[in-house]
């Protein structure tokens, strides 16, 4: 079946634009989660979905970075004013009931900040 | 604070030898530990969890809380285990949020 997908896969923009990372999680998965991935470094969570609603806000980085879903569905992770620091891997990855082992991954988008 | 940490950015094992990536937690409770891989070209996976007690692929960990220690071993490496290794750990009612340290590279040669 499908998995988790995300695009653009590859995003290069120039500092200070602003740019929009989108997640179509698995169907029916009721929990979506982001990650960031900067190069050499561990996945460091961002902000975690259940339904519509985010409980867990605590990993994103700046007021620069927000992020919603429509229902249980598609995830859109906005950066406004990009910097070059924001250079990284975006991953997402949704569960059925916001269990870590359930977790599946998609491909990430890798976004450069020139 | 809430750490997992990798101490080696890059294992190099020989086919056949045995191979031991070791994990090491900072965490205030009883986590939930895991393994996950990342192979070439490929999206990281689940590759086994503490509370199943399980071996996948050949590969083993035990959690030993003395220690706070979640280390993965194999017998005998095989080429194709050659991936990115992340250690994760997850804590009660954190909604399935994972901390990630840093992964490990390991490369098995022929």
């Known amino acids: 079946g499908a998995g988790v997908s995300q695009s653009p896969s590859n995003k290069v923009t120039e500092k200070g634009k602003d740019v929009e990372l989108r997640c179509d999680p698995i169907s029916g998965h009721t929990a979506l989660y982001w990650y960031r991935q900067r190069l050499g470094q561990g996945l460091e969570f961002l902000i975690y979905f259940q339904g519509n609603s985010a409980p867990d806000k605590s990993g994103l980085p700046s007021d620069r970075f927000s992020a919603e879903r429509t229902g249980e569905s598609v995830s859109t992770l906005t950066i406004q004013r990009t910097q070059q620091e924001d250079s990284a891997v975006y991953l997402c990855?949704?569960?059925?009931?916001?269990?870590?082992?359930?977790?599946?991954f998609g491909p990430g988008t890798r976004l450069t900040v020139l | 604070a809430q750490r997992v940490t990798q101490p080696e950015k890059l294992l190099s094992v020989f086919k056949g030898a045995p191979v031991e990536l070791k994990c090491n937690y900072s965490?205030?409770?009883?986590?939930?530990l895991f393994w996950y891989v990342q192979y070439s070209r490929q999206r990281l996976q689940l590759l086994l969890r503490h509370i199943s007690r399980e071996s996948i692929k050949g590969f083993t960990a035990d959690l030993n809380k003395g220690e706070t220690s979640f280390h993965l071993k194999k017998p005998f490496a095989q080429e194709e285990d050659s991936a990115m290794y992340y250690c994760?750990?997850?804590?009660?009612?954190?909604?399935?949020?994972?901390?990630f340290g840093q992964g490990t590279e390991l490369s098995v040669k022929p």
């Open positions: 994760a750990l997850s804590g009660l009612g954190q909604g399935g949020k994972l901390i």
């Open positions: 965490y205030s409770g009883s986590p939930e």
């Open positions: 990855a949704s569960s059925t009931a916001g269990r870590p082992d359930t977790q599946y």
